[in-house]
């Protein structure tokens, strides 16, 4: 058994390599085999792509592997390496975490190579894929209990040079939605792990977590867009039409805008995601099912706003997420007389990514 984590094969090598990533064993299982994709074409950027990071998004993985369908015929130069499952165990389980472990792979990078299967799958990419990349797309879904968008997303940096190449990379993706997401909880993201190195990371989050062949053509659309923008690929851009909308506005939502659950029931939406909304105006409606007598509650916005993400099809306890607001981008106008961006702080509950 492999003391480290390593490929079958050397990147470097032009042309198309297939093989794994070699994620080594430990006390609760024997060693993982990652399928790997890699395209040299010489000098030019250096991406990688990532699905499965969640193993109940399933576009991601499936994205992924359209890219290496036609990728070979279309890249003009550069590297792309492509690794279409991160965490397997969970996606076999279709698990937003490694059933062997209980851990949320995106909450444990850079990950431990003494520690859980989780924690060594980061660790090796972490290790070995990583550093050979200067620009990371982890492909995601919203989950399968949300109306979420078609959408390019980061969270605010400090630096404000890289703030602003990578909001410039999620506008590329041309998607109905462009996000800059503050909420709390990021430690042991794979995003704050690359962008602390100075990597652009655009997290594409690809609606409500439930496959489909208009979904699917969307998300491919806007990972090809994002590839043109980057010059590994020549051609026009499109901009992908969702519910009659193409490409829509950058956003920004703070912590704030989350909209919680008062109390346990069923959430009936009132609305659909890219709607504005005013101060007021209904959202939902919950209907708490412990007893007839109460009443149901109404969730209202709590300011102009557009709605990004709304919760459906499960019952929700008090507290939880049934609801997400945003506005348009003002604090990053990226200009140098800008103040710099509040950088992320580790704390704080359960945001969807």
Not at 57 to 64: D, I, S, T, Y
Not at 90 to 111: C, E, I, K, Y
Not at 192 to 219: P, R, W
Not at 280 to 299: F, R, T, V, W, Y
Request: charged share 20%; with cysteine; hydrophobic share 40%.
């Amino acid at each position: 058994m492999s003391e480290a984590p390593h490929l079958t094969f050397d990147l470097d090598t032009p042309g198309v390599s297939k093989g794994h990533l070699v994620v080594p064993g430990g006390a609760d299982r024997g060693e993982l085999s990652l399928p790997v994709f890699s395209l040299n074409k010489g000098e030019g950027p250096r991406l990688l792509v990532t699905g499965g990071n969640h193993g109940n998004e399933l576009e991601g993985p499936l994205v992924a592997r359209r890219l290496i369908e036609w990728l070979p015929e279309a890249q003009t130069c550069g590297r792309v390496i492509v690794l279409p499952v991160l965490n397997p165990l969970a996606v076999q389980a279709w698990s937003r975490n490694t059933p062997l472990d209980g851990l949320n792979l995106n909450r444990v990078f850079p990950g431990r190579a003494d520690g859980s299967v989780t924690e060594r799958i980061a660790d090796a990419v972490s290790r070995v894929l990583l550093p050979m990349a200067d620009t990371v797309f982890d492909l995601h879904s919203f989950g399968p209990t949300w109306d979420f968008p078609p959408a390019a997303t980061t969270h605010p940096i400090a630096d404000l040079d890289l703030m602003a190449r990578t909001v410039r990379m999620a506008e590329a993706f041309k998607l109905p939605l462009t996000l800059v997401w503050e909420y709390n909880d990021t430690a042991g993201m794979f995003d704050i792990v690359a962008q602390n190195q100075g990597k652009v990371f655009v997290c594409a989050e690809f609606g409500g977590g439930t496959v489909g062949a208009d979904n699917l053509a969307i998300y491919e659309a806007g990972v090809r867009n994002a590839l043109m923008a980057l010059g590994l690929v020549e051609g026009a851009a499109e901009y992908p039409t969702f519910r009659q909308q193409k490409s829509g506005p950058t956003l920004e939502t703070h912590p704030s805008d989350e909209l919680k659950s008062p109390a346990p029931g069923i959430f009936e939406p009132r609305c659909s995601v890219l709607d504005e909304v005013k101060q007021g105006d209904l959202i939902g409606i919950l209907h708490p099912m412990d007893s007839l007598s109460a009443e149901s509650i109404d969730i209202r916005a709590p300011g102009t706003s557009i709605v990004f993400a709304i919760r459906s099809g499960a019952h929700v306890g008090v507290n939880e997420w049934i609801a997400a607001v945003a506005r348009p981008l003002k604090i990053y106008e990226l200009g140098a007389d800008q103040p710099a961006p509040r950088a992320p702080v580790a704390k704080r509950s359960n945001p969807p990514e």
